[in-house]
T-cell receptor
């Protein structure tokens, strides 16, 4: 399986500021995704990070609020912009399509625990 | 639209008891993938299993077993002889047919909290 790291692991931010979360994979992967897990809730897909093009956002998520970059096949960033306390969540990066053959297993990074005050 | 239902919010058992987690899904696709993940208190999401819609064989891995029944759209998960380390939230998830736009996107259930006491 791929080894996925995220930075930062946690942060406490003031409302109105922005935070950029990094996701690094130890091998090239086909698909990268960003999920949000609000306190005590399940995971919700924010967007699919597309290499070299604009991310594909799910309903309820917009690029102005959650800009995403994916400059290559091993790295992606998610920015949470103009934060409010409602953005307090765990943000998780996940990958699929690892190795030389397509794989439908999907692995998750350790998550970034964000608290907005 | 796809949907995953985990009706059990929390299950509490005493160590060495068996525990079964229910997962019911809805999808219009004939090809899809089902997953189980474990999220211990530390927060990381641990991949447990993936099952293809065209493979209804049940699977056993150590103390874990999975029962996939397409006729009832269910993919249940049993932990045999539970241990305290099994305490976690368990999520069932569904990924629909592979297309350019949908490959790998997971729809998660609400999760079931398993509490195993000594």
């Amino acid at each position: 399986s791929a080894v996925i790291s995220q930075k930062p692991s946690r942060d406490i931010c003031q409302r109105g500021t922005s935070l950029t979360i990094q996701c690094q994979v130890d091998s090239q992967v086909t698909m990268m995704f960003w999920y949000r897990q609000q306190p005590g809730q399940s995971l919700t897909l924010i967007a699919t990070a597309n290499q070299g093009s604009e991310a594909t956002y799910e309903s309820g998520f917009v690029i102005d609020k959650f800009p995403i970059s994916r400059p290559n096949l091993t790295f992606s960033t998610l920015t949470v912009s103009n934060m409010s306390p409602e953005d307090s969540s765990i943000y998780l990066c996940s990958v699929a399509g690892t190795g030389k053959r397509s794989s439908y297993e999907q692995y998750f990074g350790p998550g970034t625990r964000l608290t907005v005050t | 639209a796809q949907k995953v239902t985990q009706a059990q919010t929390e299950i509490s058992v005493v160590e060495k008891e068996d525990v079964t987690l229910d997962c019911v899904y809805e999808t219009r696709d004939t090809t899809y993938y089902l997953f189980w993940y474990k999220q211990p208190p530390s927060g990381e999401l641990v991949f447990l299993i993936r099952r293809n819609s065209f493979d209804e064989q049940n699977e056993i891995s150590g103390r874990y077993s999975w029962n996939f029944q397409k006729s009832t759209s269910s993919f249940n998960f049993t932990i045999t002889a539970s241990q305290v380390v099994d305490s976690a939230v368990y999520f069932c998830a569904l990924s629909e047919a592979v297309t350019t736009d949908s490959w790998g996107k997971l729809q998660f259930g609400a999760g079931t909290q398993v509490v195993v006491t000594p």
